[in-house]
């Protein structure tokens, strides 16, 4: 079984961040959002704040803005008409029916692409749309559980990321490769 990381791996970019930028464009009120949404993404990107601090600090932000979106089930769907197209070429070429995508995004924005790309086997963080609440975030440490708890007797042949902050996925995985635009390293 190949698993993939998405965004950067499989998808050229942050696929969150396009969709904000697609959301900012439907409503420029979103612009404000921008100062604490960039300085949160900088602080943790740079280490200067766990995954832990950031939940804490920023989930009910998020959840209150998700609360402003309308329709998000069909702008996700209008996001993806467009966006499909930076699925990168290498996935195409070795993709298998097995093939399974574990990723931070949301659930509802990686349902739809996987439905359009015909991938089955998908896990990715959950919400409660209705609720507007993030109920699982599928990242590091976290992507392993959710992984166990969906194929617990799965073997990952391969595995491939952007990100050493995949440490966990890289560590289960018989190989692992390092995915940097459209060149891929075997690291494991």
Known sequence: MNVYDFDNTIYDGESVLDLFIFYLKKKPELLKEAPWIAKAAF???SGKMTLDEALEKYQDRVEKLSETIEDIESNVG?????HCTKIKSFYFKQRKEDDVIVSACLDI?????????????YIASET???NHKLVSFCFRENKVKAFKAKYPDAVIENFYTDSLNDKPMIDLAQNAYLVKGSKITKIK
């Open 43 to 45: 602080k943790y990107k």
């Open 78 to 82: 209008i996001f993806w008409d467009k």
């Open 109 to 121: 924005s990686i349902a739809e692409v996987c439905k359009r790309l015909g991938i089955k086997n």
């Open 128 to 130: 409660d749309i209705v």
